[in-house]
């Protein structure tokens, strides 16, 4: 919205009522025009885009930690090297998404106080252990599925910043997909063994990962208002059958069976029906109850607790080279 | 050079290299800040990728980095120390990756059997260098804390410098050489930073050499049971 939203912007003092603004905002928005950090937009569109740019970076960064739980104990080195670059590639995630969010006024420091306070969430998903090998496979294949079939349409955002950094991370999250399956494979045709793992894990990953399309619609809080303001380009319940269906097929050539007995093709609704959905477990994990949130975030609390120190004295290092730097030039 | 020193030396630069990587990646999510995942899991990929380079060409990788007992491995005592806290990292990396650019700076220089992969790793190990050097200024010279820390972990890790300049059968180095470039460069930085170059010998308990000739500290064999656990679990199973 460089065009029209920004010469609003512009002519501000013929116009001072917000409802200007707004009209015309709502109009970008609705034409497909990008709205860029320096555009007025209401502010809770801002403070939606930095809670869920905020959510979303922080599902980076704890999303590392189990995955990393595998990097030691990694079977061969070629899946220690994929393994590594993919979670190196998360904290990449990361850093994209806490700079994207900065570009609406809010620093990296303050989304990662939030985090470690408990004021923000991260996705409920990385409140799940991964206990074998198996684990690191489901996670590419259905949680990094998943959560691009979430962020492609992401990258049709309104907000221009999240938009383009959604692009960059899409590409990587579907080499993470690719990985994941392609471990599953291995382990589906190798062993007995192997085969039972890679089945197991299936088994634990597979719900979780249809919680994370959201709450059903009808009682999704953010919906509707994120789909207006284009944020948001299609509904949970939406994006969740699409899943499945991608789902179903992949399970069946993997050799590899998902753990819902009401699972089948609906020929009327050409889509996949499945079962119901445990939403109490779905809250119990969001309110801090899962597996892992305690370790998630206390590991998380204590690096960034254990660091201060080393960024303490960056800051100082930083300090003393410009004041030395001024000194010269003095 | 002989087939056999050749596989000597592929080993011992190859263990080297797998080692230190397997240290790097325990720092996955543990890192003080967000550039440093990066960093550390770029050179800890770096590194493995030349592990595997060295490894495949004395035999198959995965059936010598997982299926050797500890005392087959001929990897320095340096790089199987434990991460410690971010200051022995670094210093670490600083003894280390100084060292590992001047060796392959010399063997890209030459016409030996190392000459092609270290021609392509020594730019990797440019940034390894620098990126060590770099965090050594800021701790030296960032804050009392960070400045006591370095300096005890410049000296934790001194004892095991010494033995990165015993000769190694099949490579063609002047180590004498390269220790006196390595104490330079060393040097140099340390002073950069406000610290200096530690005192006191250079080579612990074991004579230096010790882990080029299978002889590693305590935490080395822990470190490969983790390492090698899953892989032996399987027997022959496929990845």
């Known amino acids: 919205m460089a065009t029209a939203a920004a010469h609003q912007t512009d002519t501000a003092g013929e116009d001072t009522a917000t409802g200007g603004y707004e009209r015309a905002f709502d109009a970008a928005v609705a034409a497909e025009e990008r709205v860029e950090p320096r555009d007025w937009m209401p502010d809770a569109y801002r403070a939606t885009l930095v809670r869920q740019m905020a959510q979303h970076a922080h599902s980076e960064i704890i999303g590392m930690q189990p995955e990393a739980n595998w990097i030691t104990r990694a079977p061969s080195l070629r899946r220690k090297a994929i393994l590594m670059a993919k979670v190196q590639d998360e904290a990449g995630h990361g850093l994209y998404l806490y700079s994207a969010a900065e570009t609406l006024g809010t620093s ?29 496979g489901a996670i590419g294949w259905l949680v990094d599925g998943a959560a691009i079939t979430n962020q492609v349409p992401l990258c049709r955002c309104s907000y221009g910043p999240y938009a383009r950094a959604m ?31 890679a089945q197991d894990a299936v088994d634990r990953w597979w719900w979780p ?5 959201g709450p059903p619609d009808d009682e999704s809080a953010h919906s509707a208002q994120s789909m207006t303001w284009k944020i948001k380009r299609h509904s949970n319940d939406e994006l969740r059958q699409r899943f499945v269906d991608i789902c179903v097929p992949q399970a069946a050539s993997l050799g590899l069976t998902l753990p819902d007995p009401e699972l089948r093709w609906n020929e009327e609704r050409q889509r996949h029906d499945f079962g119901p959905i445990d939403w109490a477990e779905f809250r119990a994990v969001l309110k801090g109850n899962g597996p892992c949130n305690e370790q998630r975030l206390s590991q998380r609390r204590r690096a960034h607790e254990d660091g201060a120190w080393v960024r303490e004295a960056a800051a100082a290092y930083a300090a003393k080279r410009t004041g030395r730097a001024e000194g010269e030039r003095a | 050079m002989s087939a056999t020193t050749a596989t000597t030396a592929a080993l011992a630069l190859g263990d080297d290299a797998l080692v230190l990587s397997h240290r790097l990646g325990e720092w996955a999510g543990h890192a003080p800040v967000l550039e440093e995942e990066v960093a550390l899991a770029n050179i800890a990929l770096d590194l493995l990728g030349q592990a595997r380079v060295l490894l495949s060409s004395a035999g198959d990788e995965d059936e010598l980095a997982y299926l050797r ?16 806290d971010f200051a022995h990292t670094i210093a670490r990396q600083l003894y280390f990756s100084t060292y590992q650019h001047l060796l392959y700076e010399r063997l890209a220089a030459g016409e030996g059997e190392f000459a092609g992969l270290a021609a392509k790793a020594v730019k990797e190990v440019a940034y390894h260098r620098d990126h060590a050097e770099q965090w050594t200024l800021r701790l030296g010279d960032g804050t009392d804390v960070s400045h006591a820390r370095m300096r005890a972990a410049c000296e934790a890790l001194w004892r095991f410098t010494g033995e990165m300049f015993e000769p190694v059968p099949g490579l063609d180095v002047d180590t004498d050489a390269l220790r006196t470039a390595w104490r330079e460069s060393v040097d140099t930085v340390l ?15 074991w004579a230096a050499g010790a882990g080029r000739q299978g002889l ?4 080395f064999g822990r470190m490969l049971a983790e390492m090698q656990h899953l892989h032996r679990s399987h027997p022959g199973a496929s990845w």
């Open chain 1, 108 to 136: 990296r420091d303050e989304l990662l106080d939030k985090l470690h306070s408990g004021r923000q969430k991260y996705s409920s998903i990385f409140n799940y252990p991964t206990l074998t090998w198996a684990d690191v």
């Open chain 1, 167 to 197: 692009v960059r991370i899409c590409k990587e999250e579907s080499f993470h997909q690719r990985q994941g399956y392609e471990l599953l494979l291995a382990l589906s045709r190798g062993t007995p063994e192997q085969h039972a793992m």
């Open chain 1, 209 to 213: 990962s249809l919680m994370m399309f």
């Open chain 2, 69 to 84: 007992e500890e005392r087959a491995f001929t990897n320095l005592q340096l790089v199987e120390q434990p991460n410690g």
């Open chain 2, 191 to 205: 002073r950069r930073a406000t610290l200096t170059l530690p005192e006191g010998p250079d080579s612990g308990g």
């Open chain 2, 216 to 219: 590693h500290t305590e935490s």
